[in-house]
T-cell receptor
Framework: DAGVTQSPTHLIKTRGQQVTLRCSPKSGHDTVSWYQQALGQGPQFIFQYYEEEERQRGNFPDRFSGHQFPNYSSELNVNALLLGDSALYLC??????????FGPGTRLLVL | AQSVTQPDIHITVSEGASLELRCNYSYGATPYLFWYVQSPGQGLQLLLKYFSGDTLVQGIKGFEAEFKRSQSSFNLRKPSVHWSDAAEYFCAVGEGRGSTLGRLYFGRGTQLTVWP
């Protein structure tokens, strides 16, 4: 049984560009959350998706948007990239009432 | 507002020594509490969790944690540390209950170094 998978593992972008990160949840999980982990910090909640809708959102600007597909996979989109968006982006999935399981993350570097 | 404090940024212990990592939380109701471990360049692996019941919870890799409501603490312990335990450890509190369990609030982490 595959756990949470994310792609790509690494990518480099320049300021002003747009990026899309992808996440496939653990089998049987229907809720996906995204977190941003800056270097030396704990993960910060971006948003959570359930039934293809954004259920909850953290303190992130509208440049950060997401989507959940009918198969529960999810995308995180970031527009107009800033240097400060450089971070490890973590996807987590769960089903009702259960613990969140995290993927390995996508490391984004903005130059 | 919910928050988690891990007062120790970096801890160094000798292999075979005991370990305690501190975590204090702020949450208005009975919290869902978690400890995760992160190895370099990796995602987060769940060590243990507390939802309710026995305040001493056992996790993987020989770790345990004790929930103390009066102190708003959820400290992680291990009686004998192995070199492979070197990693970063995060304490987190979950918002909501059961099926409405939502975001996790994380502390800034404690980096553990193990001397041989």
């Amino acid at each position: 049984d595959a756990g949470v998978t994310q792609s790509p593992t690494h990518l480099i972008k320049t300021r002003g560009q747009q990026v899309t990160l992808r996440c496939s949840p653990k089998s049987g999980h229907d809720t996906v959350s995204w977190y941003q982990q800056a270097l030396g910090q704990g993960p910060q909640f971006i948003f959570q998706y359930y039934e293809e809708e954004e259920r909850q959102r953290g303190n992130f600007p509208d440049r950060f948007s997401g989507h959940q597909f009918p198969n529960y996979s999810s995308e995180l989109n970031v527009n107009a990239l800033l240097l400060g968006d450089s971070a490890l982006y973590l996807c987590a999935s769960r089903t009702a009432g259960e613990t969140q399981y995290f993927g390995p993350g996508t490391r984004l570097l903005v130059l | 507002a919910q928050s988690v404090t891990q007062p120790d940024i970096h801890i160094t212990v000798s292999e075979g020594a005991s370990l305690e990592l501190r975590c204090n939380y702020s949450y208005g109701a009975t919290p869902y509490l978690f400890w995760y471990v992160q190895s370099p360049g990796q995602g987060l692996q769940l060590l243990l969790k507390y939802f309710s019941g026995d305040t001493l919870v056992q996790g993987i890799k020989g770790f345990e944690a004790e929930f103390k409501r009066s102190q708003s603490s959820f400290n992680l312990r291990k009686p004998s540390v192995h070199w492979s335990d070197a990693a970063e450890y995060f304490c987190a509190v979950g918002e909501g209950r059961g099926s409405t369990l939502g975001r996790l609030y994380f502390g800034r982490g404690t980096q553990l170094t193990v001397w041989p």
